[in-house]
Every structure is written in structure tokens, then in C-alpha cells.
């Protein structure tokens, strides 16, 4: 659960060193969510299950500018 709100928090990180994508299936969300992640790359994926809406956001759980 997101701090500021009811929203969904999943975070996903590359652990082998590659570039790599992935699907990800999060209740709520209104469709899988494709991630592309470098090397080593953390990312917050922030899901609204009021209305399924998907959002990447930074580790402060704040919308990328």
C-alpha cells in the first residue's frame, strides 16, 4: 500500500546484470504492466485499484517528471 494513499506499490529490480523486460499481472490493474529494466535497474510501478490505472513512478513512490 502506497503511503499516501490506497494505491498498490510493486517493486521489481534486474539481478543478473542484463537488460530484460517483463509482464507483470497486479490485481486490480486493468491490464499486465510491460516493464523494461537495465542492468541492475530498480523500478516502483504504483496501481490505482479504484479505476486499475498504472503508474511508474521513482522510489519515493512520485510520478517521473
Known amino acids: 500500500?502506497?503511503?499516501?494513499g490506497d494505491h498498490v506499490i510493486v517493486r521489481g529490480y534486474e539481478i543478473n546484470g542484463v537488460e530484460t523486460s517483463a509482464e507483470i499481472r497486479v490485481p486490480g490493474a486493468t491490464h499486465p504492466i510491460m516493464v523494461s529494466f537495465a542492468p541492475y535497474e530498480?523500478?516502483?510501478i504504483?496501481?490505482?485499484?479504484?479505476?486499475?490505472s498504472v503508474t511508474e513512478t521513482n522510489l519515493l513512490e512520485e510520478a517521473d517528471a
Open 1 to 4: 500500500k502506497s503511503e499516501d
Open 42 to 44: 530498480i523500478k516502483t
Open 46 to 52: 504504483k496501481v490505482n485499484p479504484a479505476d486499475g
